[in-house]
Nanobody, 123 residues
Framework: QVQLVESGGGLVQAGGSLRLSCAASGRTFSNYAMGWFRQAPGKEREFVSAISQSGGRTRYADSVKGRFTISRDNAKNVVYLQMNSLKPEDTAVYYC????????????????WGQGTQVTVSS
């Protein structure tokens, strides 16, 4: 099991940027594929982005493609989500997740989850 702690959320105006971080501990970070998901009030948790164990492959939801960038630093045990050109519809709690399946886009492929960080985008 790997422990995950997200940070970097906050309140930002539409068009602004935020960078989320997810710090991992407990197991060998580079063995895990990582994903970011989000959940807005009253909605199901949805896939945002994923990155392979090495960081060489990435995947994005269509809704964030071209605006968000996922990356990881295996030496620091951290995965990032750079979010640019934010929109009010990006408002949600953002979760990072770890699992064995590369670039998985569904929550049940990730056994380990952080507690989430709130992102609020005002119009």
């Amino acid at each position: 099991q790997v422990q995950l702690v997200e940070s970097g959320g906050g309140l930002v105006q539409a068009g602004g940027s935020l960078r989320l971080s997810c710090a991992a501990s407990g197991r060998t970070f580079s063995n895990y594929a990582m994903g970011w998901f989000r959940q807005a009030p009253g909605k199901e948790r949805e896939f945002v982005s994923a990155i392979s164990q090495s960081g060489g492959r990435t995947r994005y939801a269509d809704s964030v493609k071209g605006r968000f960038t996922i990356s990881r630093d295996n030496a620091k045990n951290v995965v990032y989500l750079q979010m640019n050109s934010l929109k009010p519809e990006d408002t949600a709690v953002y979760y990072c997740a770890a699992g064995p399946y590369e670039l998985a886009g569904v929550p049940d492929r990730y056994p380990d989850w952080g507690q989430g960080t709130q992102v609020t985008v005002s119009s």
